[in-house]
């Protein structure tokens, strides 16, 4: 009987085979395999949910005070917008002052 699975031997320990441990290895691998698989397939499904649980809502405070990248940027438009009719001026008037243009000589 020492070749049958999960028996008592004749000392009292349990006859626990190579087999038997490789077969409930795998299976815990499996399990994890398979719940791994499934918890990625819900986050992919709810990824907007999940986003919202971690999440902070805004405070009162940080309204009032913008961020510094926020203020960069805005103010980097706002030159941006400034600027764009300046240089469209600029180049409608380039084609008239190049015949104004005088070319210098070295002697």
């Keep these: 009987m020492a070749g049958s699975y999960g028996v008592m031997a004749d000392d009292g320990s349990i006859d626990y085979t ?5 077969n409930e290895a795998t299976n815990v691998y499996l399990i994890v ?13 709810n990824k907007r949910k999940i986003m919202r649980i971690f999440s902070v809502p805004p405070t009162e405070g940080m309204l009032s005070e913008p961020s510094f990248y926020d203020t960069v940027s805005r103010i980097r438009l ?15 008037q380039q084609p008239q002052s190049q015949a104004d243009s005088v070319q210098l000589s070295l002697e």
């Design 18 to 22: 190579v087999h038997e441990a490789w």
């Design 33 to 45: 395999i398979l719940v791994s698989f499934g918890l990625f397939m819900y986050a992919k499904r």
């Design 78 to 92: 706002r030159q941006q917008v400034e600027a764009h009719p300046v240089s469209r001026k600029y180049e409608y």
